[in-house]
């Protein structure tokens, strides 16, 4: 396989063309095309079951679309495997928390380093002299930042299921950047959680989207209009699988589709701030 390029800061990281995925009868994507900047917050919304998290599983590898093409970085990825993919740098967290909940945050944090990695720990632990070495200081390095990134200094040792669930989705997410990814896949980071929590999580994107340190690419699903209008670049709106519109958030906001998709739901604009 040729290298793969890197894209600049504006440059394509991300592009599905034409994406199919069904599940018997159900088209759960139909033909979806998306790209996605380097630097950017690109967010997906619309209703439920519109197909949301079916993309980001297409995007990861979890599934793999019987149409279509998937490209990171200017290569096909679509036979990628997802532990393939998290080495590419494509990390993400889920719908529904995956956390060992018995052991610490900490642990979880290190954890997220090999979950993807189809070698693991086991090869991790042949790894010898100094590249060992290197591997360790490092990885204690990342653990540091997110530890500081995310403010979770007084819950390191502490076991995930004690902890509340505002911060489990916290230890997610540090789950997901212990990877020290380049594109970031969030699937609804927000849910759940109460007013204060929201405004520190969608400061915690910010930061990781905005902070040299980081600069991820994000890739968010969200319900919550009033944190995606605010913070996103571009937003796509999906529903039956099928893309309604795309464009920055004030584009998308005036669409006459866009609210009538959402018709029935929550007021678009309910929640703006
Ligand atoms: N593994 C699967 N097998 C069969 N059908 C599936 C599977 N995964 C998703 N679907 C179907 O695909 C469609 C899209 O589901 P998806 O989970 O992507 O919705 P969503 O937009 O994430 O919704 P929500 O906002 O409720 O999370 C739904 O009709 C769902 O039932
Ligand atoms: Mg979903």
């Not at 679309?65 to 279509?68: F, K, L, R, Y």
């Not at 086991?122 to 360790?136: D, H, N, P, Q």
């Not at 929201?198 to 999580?201: A, C, F, I, N, Y």
């Given at each position: 396989m040729p290298p793969y390029s890197e894209p600049k800061e504006g440059e394509t990281l991300l592009k599905l063309n034409d994406v199919h995925m069904r599940?018997?009868?159900?088209?759960?994507l139909a033909g979806v095309d998306i790209e996605v900047k380097k630097g950017e917050i690109h967010s997906i919304i619309g209703p439920n079951g519109a197909g949301k998290t079916v993309m980001m599983n297409?995007?990861?590898g979890l599934y793999k679309?019987?149409?279509?093409e998937i490209h990171f970085k200017g290569q096909k990825i679509n036979d990628l495997k997802p532990y393939r993919r998290a080495e590419l740098g494509i990390s993400r967290t889920f719908q529904k928390i995956e956390l060992f909940g018995g052991m610490s945050v900490l642990d979880n944090i290190r954890l997220g380093r090999h979950i993807h990695l189809k070698s693991g720990i086991?090869?991790?632990?042949?790894?010898?002299?100094?590249?060992?070495?290197?591997?360790?200081s490092s990885r204690r390095f990342i653990e540091e930042e997110i530890i500081d990134l995310?403010?979770?200094?007084?819950?390191?040792h502490k076991t995930v299921h004690m902890l509340p669930y505002g911060l489990q989705k916290r230890v997610e997410l540090g789950r997901a950047l212990a990877l020290n990814p380049e594109l970031l896949l969030l699937d609804e980071p927000l849910a759940g959680l109460n007013l204060e929590e929201?405004?520190?999580?969608a400061r915690f994107i910010l930061d990781i989207n905005e902070e040299d340190r980081w600069k991820v690419t994000?890739?968010?699903v969200e319900h919550d209009m009033g944190v995606v209008?605010?913070?996103?670049?571009?937003?796509?709106?999906?529903?039956?699988g099928n893309k309604i519109t795309d464009g920055t958030p004030e584009e998308v906001q005036n669409n006459p589709d866009v609210i009538k998709a959402y018709l029935g739901e929550e007021d678009l604009y309910a929640t703006r701030r």
């Open positions: 599940f018997g009868k159900v088209a759960a297409c995007i990861n679309p019987q149409q279509g086991i090869s991790g632990a042949l790894y010898v002299g100094r590249t060992k070495r290197e591997e360790i995310l403010e979770i200094e007084s819950i390191r929201v405004e520190d999580m994000c890739i968010l209008m605010d913070i996103s670049h571009q937003v796509f709106v999906l529903n039956f």
